[in-house]
């Protein structure tokens, strides 16, 4: 199993088809919002393709990211976290290797989705996907991360938070962290210590600020 040969069994058109329309809606502004377009439904076709077959993990894993890279969506995504806990170490380094290249650039919101709802919600992963992302990021890399942390466990992100709030360009994404964790559904956080790294940030002109005090001092 390859690219070439899912695109024959799925044909070349529709392929094509799907691929335009979803690289539109990754990059689009909305991504993942409740009234977004969901697109096409192909990716949700394509998972047996890829992870039922006699492919090892390593060229399923490098397969699954040459189509995601054509229909980036989270219907591609939300198969492949179901593999995770049976790949190796190796195995689950080179799935964030390549996730990690990939967000940066015009696919990433499915991607940042995908660490959300599905990698940082779920304990078992959640302290695995932080490290190893945050790892060296530079701060491009960072602002996508916090944006996403909210269901972080708090002891796991803690300590990066605070280091961040020692650079002023990334207090806003800091400030978007501590939202999250304190507005998410599966938001974790600790009052005190969020307080305490509030009062550190640039950001009291936020019109979210007062709103987030109060939730934090509730």
Known sequence: MNKATIIEAVGDKRYNAASSELRGLAASPGFGSRHAPQGSDLPHELSDYIWDTELSPTDKIALFFEIYDDLPSYGMLMYAKHHYAEWSVAERAQWWRAFRERL???????????????????????????????????????RELLMVSGPVPWAVKCELL?????????????????????????????????????????????????????????
């Open 162 to 218: 605070f280091k961040c709030a020692e650079t002023p360009a990334l207090h806003q994404s800091v400030f978007e962290a501590l939202l999250g964790a304190a507005f998410d559904y599966f938001g974790k956080v600790d009052e005190a210590r969020a307080i305490e790294l509030l009062e550190r940030l640039q950001v009291r002109e936020d019109p979210r600020y007062e709103q987030l005090v109060k939730r934090l001092a509730g």
């Open 104 to 142: 940066h650039g015009s696919a990433a919101a499915p991607l940042s989705y995908s660490l959300w709802c599905d990698f940082f919600e779920d304990e078992s992963t959640a302290e695995d996907a932080w490290h190893t992302l945050t790892a060296a990021a530079e701060q491009s890399l960072l």
